[in-house]
C-alpha cells in the first residue's frame, strides 16, 4: 500500500509539472492583454524598417517634434481617434486606450508587418491586447505611409493610419495643379491607404454626353493629377455618395446612386472601387439603394462614420426633397446591407453633412438645398443625427443660407465648404461648427479659399490638409478645373471640446427594409419634425439596436421640433432666408 501511495504522489507531481509546462508554452503564441500604463523596454535590441525598407527610430522626440494623442477604443468603441494623423519627420504619435481588449498593430490590411506595435514594440504578430489606461508610443523618423490596426477588430474597419511627411507649406490656402479636366459634380474622397485625394464621376460640362466615367488620382508627394485606368461601370456619374467603407481589412471607396447630364433619372446602384488595384465591382441588385426605388431620387447628404455610410434626405428630380435617413453596411450579406433610420426632421438635399468621431460619431448637417417653387434654393437648416441612438438633435443654424457643397471634419470642427445657388451664392466662405459649444465661426480657425465655387469635390485628412477643385464658377455656369490646398502648417493638432449633446426626440425602433417608399417633403421649415410610422411589430422607443422586417413605408408626420441643450452661437451676420430661382428652365441634376 505504501508502494503504491509513493507511485501515486510520484505520477502526480510529474502531471502537474507537464501541466504547468503546457500552459507556458500555450500562453507564448497566444494573444493576451496587457495592462502596461506605458511603453517597456525590450530585453533586446531591435530594429525597425520603414515601408521603405530604411531604418526607423522609436525614441525620444527632438526639442522640435510633436505629439499628436490617439485614443484607442473611442467613438463607437472600436474607433481609433482621431484617424488618420498627418504628422511631421520626428513627430510622436501617442495613443491612449480608452477602452479593453485592443491592440495598435502596424500593416495593412490586418497583417502585422512588425514596423511598430503595442505595448512596447515586440512579438508584433501575436497582436497583444492591451486594457484601459495603457499608453503606447512611436516617434516616426522617416516619411511614409504608415497603416495600423487593432488585431481583434481589424475585419469590423478598426484601422487606422499615419502619414508622415516634412511638413506642409506655404499655411493657408494655395493653387494647386489644375486637373486634368474641368469638372462638377464629382465626389472628393481622401483614401488614407495611400494619402492621395480621389474624385468619382461627375461631368465635364452640362451638355449631354458630357458625363465623366473615370478616376482622379491627386498624389500630394508628387503634387501631380493622374486619371486612372477604370472605367467606372455606367453614366450615372453625376451627384453620387460616396466614402470609404472596408471589408475584411480591405478598404474600398464606395459609391451609390447619381445621374446623368440632362436626365431626369437616377440609379439606385452600388459598387466599389480598389485604388490599389484600380477596379470597380457592381454589387448585386439586391445591394441597390432602397432609397430611390421610384427611379428619380438622388442621395441628399451623406458621411461615413463607423465603417457605415449613411444617405440623409434626397433629391426627387424637379419634384421635391426628400427625408429618409438609410445605413449602409458593406459587411453584411447580399439584400441585408441597407438599414433605415429615423426620418430627418425636414426635406434635405445636396446637404453638407459630416461625422465627428470625437463627439461620439454624431452626424451633423449644416444648411441644405430645398425645391421650392420649381426651382433648387440655398436654406440654413441645420441639425444633428445620433445613429447609435437613432435620434434627431437641434444645432444653432448655420450662418448662412448654403446647399450643394460638402461638410468636412477638420480637427473635431465641421466645415461647411462655401457652395450655394441663391445669389449672393456660390460662395468661397467656410463655415465652422463647433458642436461642445453649438456655436459656429466664419473664415475661422479655416479662411475662406480663393475661388467661388459649388457642387465641387473637397476632402481632407481630417487634420492638416484640404483638397478641392472644379465646380462651377460664380456665375453658377461654367465649369472650373481649377484646384486649392489649405495647409494648416502647424501639423495635426486635434483637441476636441467638452461635448454638448442637443436634446433628441424619441423614435421608433429603426427596421432594415429591403424597399421602401421615400415620402416627398416639396416644402419643408425647420419647425417641423419628419418621423417614421412604425411598423406592426415595431415598439415606439429610441433604439439603438436595429431589427429587421420584411417591409416597411414611412410617412411624414408632424411633432414638435427638438429643444437644443447647447448654448445657441452668436451668428456673425443675420441668416438669409432661402430665395427661390425663377422656375424657367428647370434645375439641372
Known amino acids: 500500500m505504501k508502494k503504491l501511495s509513493t507511485a501515486g504522489r510520484f505520477i502526480f507531481w510529474l502531471a502537474i509539472i507537464f501541466t504547468i509546462t503546457f500552459l507556458v508554452r500555450a500562453e507564448s503564441g497566444d494573444r493576451r492583454a496587457s495592462t502596461h500604463p506605458q511603453k517597456e523596454l525590450a530585453v533586446a535590441p531591435i530594429t525597425i524598417f520603414d515601408e521603405n525598407g530604411q531604418p526607423d527610430v522609436n525614441g525620444v522626440p527632438s526639442a522640435t517634434s510633436t505629439t499628436v494623442d490617439v485614443t484607442v477604443g473611442g467613438g463607437t468603441g472600436f474607433q481609433f481617434v482621431p484617424s488618420p494623423v498627418n504628422i511631421s519627420v520626428g513627430d510622436t504619435v501617442r495613443w491612449t486606450w480608452v477602452n479593453s481588449g485592443h491592440s495598435v498593430t502596424s500593416g495593412h490590411p490586418c497583417a502585422a508587418d512588425s514596423q511598430y506595435c503595442s505595448p512596447n514594440d515586440m512579438n508584433c504578430a501575436s497582436g497583444i491586447l492591451s486594457n484601459t489606461g495603457t499608453i503606447y508610443t512611436h516617434t516616426f523618423a522617416r516619411s511614409g505611409t504608415y497603416s495600423y490596426f487593432c488585431a481583434s477588430h481589424c475585419v469590423i474597419g478598426m484601422t487606422g493610419v499615419v502619414n508622415v511627411s516634412g511638413g506642409c507649406a506655404p499655411s493657408g490656402w494655395s493653387a494647386g495643379p489644375n486637373l486634368p479636366t474641368t469638372l462638377v459634380r464629382a465626389v472628393g474622397v481622401w483614401f488614407p491607404a495611400d494619402g492621395n485625394f480621389y474624385t468619382m464621376g461627375g461631368r465635364t460640362s452640362d451638355s449631354g454626353g458630357a458625363d465623366f466615367q473615370h478616376v482622379l488620382k491627386y498624389s500630394p508627394t508628387s503634387n501631380m493629377w493622374t486619371q486612372m485606368g477604370v472605367t467606372l461601370p455606367d453614366n450615372f456619374m453625376n451627384n453620387m455618395a460616396c466614402g470609404v467603407l ?332 432661402a430665395r427661390p430661382r425663377p422656375t424657367t428652365p428647370p434645375p439641372r441634376p
Request: charged content about 10%.
Open 246 to 577: 472596408a471589408v475584411a481589412g480591405t478598404p474600398s471607396i464606395y459609391c451609390v446612386g447619381g445621374s446623368f447630364a440632362l436626365g431626369t433619372t437616377a440609379t439606385a446602384r452600388v459598387f466599389s472601387y480598389n485604388p490599389v488595384t484600380d477596379t470597380a465591382t457592381t454589387l448585386a441588385s439586391g445591394d441597390n439603394w432602397p432609397g430611390n426605388v421610384a427611379g428619380t431620387i438622388l442621395p441628399g447628404g451623406f458621411v461615413v462614420t463607423g465603417n457605415y455610410l449613411y444617405i440623409l434626405g434626397g433629391y426627387n428630380i424637379n419634384t421635391a426633397s426628400t427625408n429618409q435617413i438609410w445605413q449602409f453596411d458593406p459587411t453584411q450579406p447580399v439584400g441585408s446591407k441597407w438599414l433605415q433610420r429615423v426620418n430627418t426632421p425636414v426635406g434635405i438635399m445636396y446637404a453638407p453633412t459630416c461625422a465627428i468621431p470625437e463627439e461620439n460619431g454624431i452626424i451633423y448637417v449644416g444648411g441644405a438645398s430645398d425645391y421650392q417653387g420649381g426651382g433648387v434654393v440655398d436654406t440654413t437648416n441645420s441639425f444633428s443625427f445620433n445613429p447609435i441612438a437613432n435620434t434627431i438633435g437641434t444645432i444653432a443654424p448655420i450662418p448662412r443660407a448654403t446647399g450643394e457643397t460638402r461638410a468636412l471634419n477638420f480637427n473635431g470642427k465641421m466645415l461647411v465648404m462655401g457652395g450655394g445657388r441663391t445669389a449672393p451664392n456660390p460662395s468661397m466662405e467656410v463655415d465652422a461648427y463647433n458642436p461642445g459649444t453649438n456655436t459656429w465661426a466664419v473664415n475661422t480657425p479655416v479662411p475662406a479659399f480663393t475661388t467661388a465655387r459649388r457642387n465641387f469635390p473637397t476632402d481632407t485628412d481630417g487634420t492638416t490638409r484640404i483638397w478641392l477643385g472644379g465646380g462651377y464658377a460664380s456665375d453658377g455656369l461654367t465649369a472650373l478645373n481649377s484646384m486649392e490646398i489649405f495647409c494648416a502648417a502647424a501639423g495635426a493638432t486635434a483637441t476636441p471640446t467638452p461635448t454638448t449633446t442637443a436634446t433628441a426626440t424619441a423614435t421608433p425602433t429603426a427596421t432594415r427594409t429591403p424597399t421602401s417608399t421615400p415620402t416627398a417633403s416639396p416644402t419643408p421649415t425647420p419647425s417641423s419634425t419628419a418621423t417614421a410610422t412604425a411598423v406592426s411589430t415595431a415598439t415606439a422607443t429610441a433604439a439603438a439596436t436595429a431589427t429587421r422586417t420584411p417591409t416597411a413605408t414611412p410617412t411624414a408626420t408632424t411633432t414638435p421640433a427638438a429643444t437644443p441643450t447647447g448654448t445657441p452661437g452668436i451668428t456673425p451676420r443675420p441668416a438669409p432666408s
